[in-house]
């Protein structure tokens, strides 16, 4: 008898050390739910963007002068990102310059005889497709460009002009950095070819043009608002 009462006892005590033992476990702390990390995030190029730029140029007639000068103007475009790192998008930009070819400088018994070439507006229509670096964006163009230019000459005795527009190609590569919100800064190299046209550019010779510039845009529906 007291055999059977010693096993009951034990088997009562194994029960309440379990009973004690899964309360315990319930009472205990849970560690956190594991979380994985939220994916990076990049700065997002989509969107519709002005801008102004400033910059140089140098004008080549194929007649072994070439003119240089200021230009600057204004752009408007439209980005979109197709992934974390592709842009493409579409852009317009017009520029005023003051570049010009001095094509003649001659004096004579009478005064001074002149001629020279001015390059007054420049337009492009261009697609951009660009690799984004999150705030950095590299990228090249191409497309179609216009230039306004006149010609003129000035004698003692008087001077006449004349102008028209040419139509040619122009290529470009640049990079751009997103500075603050939906501001943006950027540096371009473009390489303008208007081809031969002796009706426009005079000379009948292969007329190229070079340009670098610096640009600020303004991209609107970025995170931020103006500033």
């Known amino acids: 008898m007291s055999k059977y009462r010693l096993t009951m006892f034990g088997l009562a005590a194994v029960m309440l050390t379990s009973v004690s033992a899964v309360s315990e476990a319930a009472d205990a702390p849970r560690a956190p739910a594991y979380r994985p990390p939220p994916p990076p995030l990049y700065y ?7 801008g102004v730029h400033v910059g140089g140029g140098w004008a080549d007639l194929g007649i072994g002068d070439t003119g240089s000068g200021f230009l600057g103007g204004g752009q408007v475009g439209y980005n979109y ?14 520029s005023g310059t003051g570049i010009k070819n001095n094509l003649l400088t001659a004096a004579t018994p009478f005064g001074p005889v002149t001629a020279d070439f001015k390059w007054n507006t420049l337009t492009t229509l261009t ?23 006149s010609a003129s000459v000035s004698t003692p005795f008087g001077g006449a002009s004349a102008g028209g527009t040419g139509s040619g190609w122009v290529v470009g590569v640049g990079a751009e950095y997103a500075f603050r919100n939906n501001w ?31 640009g600020l845009n303004y991209r609107f529906g970025g995170p931020g608002g103006l500033f």
């Open 184 to 214: 943006s800064a950027k540096i371009e190299y473009n390489h303008f070819d208007f081809g031969s046209d002796s009706g426009t550019f005079v000379t009948g010779n292969s007329v190229t043009l070079d340009a670098v510039k610096a």
């Open 127 to 149: 697609s951009r497709f660009g690799y984004a670096f999150d705030t950095w964006l590299v990228y090249g163009k191409v497309g179609g460009a216009w230039a306004d230019v």
């Open 81 to 94: 990102q197709i992934s974390p790192q592709w842009v493409v998008g579409v852009e317009a930009d017009v």
């Open 44 to 50: 997002n190029w989509t969107g519709l963007y002005v």
